[in-house]
């Protein structure tokens, strides 16, 4: 079972946070990147998200906009 960091997206959205918009983006030699685009009442922020080069799971970045 994954956890809730290992799900960022997930975890926000049972947190109230709303899916507004989602892209993937391959970036060469590290692979696919996932953006998610998240709004919460007037707040908006963005979830980015690879898979790591060594081992499994992902390396995520969370920005608030």
Do not use: C, N
Not at 24 to 29: I, K, P, Q
Not at 51 to 65: A, F, H, Q, S, T
């Amino acid at each position: 079972m994954m956890t809730d960091e290992e799900r960022p997206v997930s975890a926000l959205v049972s947190q109230g946070w709303e899916v507004v918009s989602y892209s993937t983006s391959v970036e060469g030699a590290e692979g696919s990147r996932q953006s998610v685009l998240l709004r919460k009442q007037k707040q908006h922020k963005i979830i980015r998200f690879r898979p790591k080069m060594l081992g499994k799971g992902y390396v995520v970045k969370e920005m608030d906009v």
